[in-house]
């Protein structure tokens, strides 16, 4: 009989600011995210994050519920002294009390949030993948099976919603995959999926990545607060995973594209463009350091090409070329992931490989995104 002892993270996600438009509030909507457990367990626990809001939430009601099963039987997550609904302050993380129930390794789980009264939208973070889908509906339909199809749309935007802990097996552990817009994009996905395929049921794949994060810098401007906090802040924030045992690190492509500046863009000034030698000190400083104190093994993962962004130089280039000469001469990492080698062109280097590029010539197609999870090795697995 299995025995259950142990906590580790079975879904996780980066919380970041999110992208300003004219309308940041939501009042009276449920959201819901349908989320894979890769383990078996006994109970769940749900950490909430509003870490970059600038004002209070109040999740009315959160329920969890689990999907496939003859009957729809939503339960309650709880927080604090037995309470249904809790108040998160801003720049803060609260963590649910653990709901009891029996889940399957591969089963899905609903979980579901209401807010009654106007919320700012401001904490979470845009991830695409077969496996990251969510929906809101105007109106509270936490415990609904079925949303109304003529009030519900569906979004890739994650609220709130930080990370997911199972009590399961000893042997279970956690992955994580750190990074930017590659990362918050498909590749995880796909990754926890060839687990599965694999019959590597004992790791989880926990995602803490946000579109156009820089190592070095950040925008404090609303035009680009999306783009998410720098290293050095969100890394000792985004490592808190339970049962983790390594690190996958693929970031550092935006230190390099991003300044154009001033006279083209007066928030990209040339000042933001660092040396190679200081990227290497970030991620020694800011990542290794960090996450070596909590007992991780750090794996470096490649910068993928770049060749006909709308940025692109061959000073550029050349950055990108050292810096992943050095990932993956390192000794102060574990291993290399190289994701470069894994999508280029083998006849032009600079380039994607003919079908790997999206077509912006940055970001990948999904089939380059299932070439980079083929390419983990094993033995992270």
């Not at 099963?69 to 997550?77: F, N, T």
């Not at 399957?104 to 973070?125: H, I, L, P």
Request: glycine share 8%.
């Amino acid at each position: 009989m299995e025995k259950f002892t142990k906590w580790v993270a079975c879904w996780g996600n980066a919380t970041s600011i999110t992208d300003r438009r004219e309308g940041v509030y939501a009042r009276d909507i449920t959201l819901r995210y349908p989320i894979r457990v890769c383990f078996s367990g006994s109970h769940l626990r749900f950490r909430f994050s509003n870490l970059t809001g600038t004002e209070p939430i109040t999740i009315t009601r959160a329920c969890v519920a689990l999907c496939g099963r003859e009957q729809y039987v939503p339960e309650w997550i709880r927080f604090g002294d037995d309470e249904l609904g809790v108040t998160i302050q801003p720049g803060t993380e609260v963590e649910s009390k653990p709901v009891e129930l029996s889940v399957r390794a591969g089963e899905t789980v609903d979980v579901s949030m209401y807010f009654a009264n106007f919320t700012q939208m401001n904490a979470g973070t845009l991830i695409t993948g077969p496996l990251s889908k969510g929906k809101y509906a105007y109106g509270n339909y936490c415990e609904s099976e079925q949303l109304p199809l003529d009030l519900t749309r569906n979004t890739n935007w994650f609220y709130f919603l930080n990370t997911i802990d199972i009590l399961t097996e000893e042997r279970n552990h956690a992955l994580v995959c750190y990074g930017d817009s590659i990362t918050a994009q498909s590749w995880p996905d796909y990754l926890a999926l060839r687990c599965a395929e694999e019959g590597r049921n004992h790791v989880s794949v926990i995602r803490r990545a946000v579109s156009g994060t820089r190592i070095l810098r950040q925008y404090d401007c609303i035009t680009y607060q999306a783009y998410g906090l720098k290293g050095a802040t969100r890394f000792p924030v985004e490592m808190n995973v339970a049962g983790a045992s390594d690190v996958i690190i693929q970031h550092g492509i935006n230190d390099i594209i991003h300044p154009v500046g001033t006279d083209v863009n007066p928030f990209r000034p040339w000042s933001d463009l660092p040396t190679v030698e200081e990227m290497e000190q970030g991620v020694e400083e800011l990542y290794i350091r960090y996450a070596r104190a909590l007992g991780l093994k750090v794996w470096a993962g490649t910068l993928l090409p770049i060749y006909g962004w709308r940025t692109y130089t061959e000073q550029r280039e050349s950055m990108r070329e050292q810096f992943n000469a050095w990932l993956r001469a390192s000794s102060l990492f574990d291993g290399c992931v190289d994701f470069d080698k894994a999508v280029r062109d083998p006849a032009n280097p600079v380039a994607f490989a003919p079908g790997f590029d999206s077509g912006d010539h940055l970001h990948p197609s999904e089939a380059a995104y299932k070439a980079m999870a083929d390419c983990v090795p094993a033995e992270l697995l």
